[in-house]
T-cell receptor, first 115, second 117 residues
């Protein structure tokens, strides 16, 4: 596709439920990133994939959060037993390279609301 | 210590004036890159400009330029001839060569720029 696509654009769920957020990166981009952005804050790093493997998951806040990218393209961020504090915009980005002047191209995000 | 510091939470500027948005960074890596992104109220993150630590000249992209002062660890964004459409959040971000784990970008808290007619 022309840009990074994220679905759904909005997700409302009840506390304790499980959610999946999907990201379809720009074709050919091997690096994929998940960020979380709370109101009035900058994006906060969660996890980075190079190809199919998670190269760095140091930003995942706890073991309720997990992400996969099984075929090196589409990625899914999974959140178990959601809590109200998980409410935020979840941004996905991809880039051609994970170094140098290669910018991250962001999707429009998924706004997650946990009630 | 914060890796990226943006000290201006909000700024009001008259249309057509030049704007400088401040950004200071902290790294011990000799090789790093600095990025600026614009986030309008619609929420999309738009890449504006890049400066590499070894670049000899300040980066420019149209009305955007980067005032890079390496010794001061400063990478301020300058917007010339501001327009109403420049109203948005602006984020400074850094990519370190291999520091701290992430090969992604570390973002500052942003500056909310409002252009007044």
């Amino acid at each position: 596709g022309a840009g990074v696509s994220q679905t759904p654009s909005n997700k409302v769920t009840e506390k304790g439920k499980y959610v999946e957020l999907r990201c379809d990166p720009i074709s050919g981009h091997t690096a994929l990133y998940w960020y979380r952005q709370s109101l009035g804050q900058g994006p906060e790093f969660l996890i980075y994939f190079q190809g199919t493997g998670a190269a760095d998951d140091s930003g995942l806040p706890n073991d309720r959060f997990f992400a996969v990218r099984p075929e090196g393209s589409v990625s899914t961020l999974k959140i178990q037993r959601t809590e109200r504090g998980d409410s935020a915009v979840y941004l996905c980005a991809s880039s051609q390279r994970s170094w140098g002047n290669s910018p991250l191209h962001f999707g429009n995000g998924t706004r997650l609301t946990v009630t | 210590a914060q890796k990226i510091t943006q000290t201006q939470p909000g700024m009001f500027v008259q249309e057509k004036e030049a704007v400088t948005l401040d950004c200071t960074y902290d790294t011990s890596d000799p090789s790093y890159g600095l990025f600026w992104y614009k986030q309008p109220s619609s929420g999309e993150m738009i890449f504006l400009i890049y400066q590499g630590s070894y670049d000899q000249q300040n980066a420019t992209e149209g009305r955007y330029s980067l005032n890079f002062q390496k010794a001061r660890k400063s990478a301020n964004l300058v917007i010339s001839a501001s327009q109403l459409g420049d109203s948005a959040m602006y984020f400074c971000a850094m990519r370190e060569a291999r520091g701290g784990g992430a090969d992604g970008l570390t973002f500052g808290k942003g500056t909310h720029l409002i252009i007044q007619p």
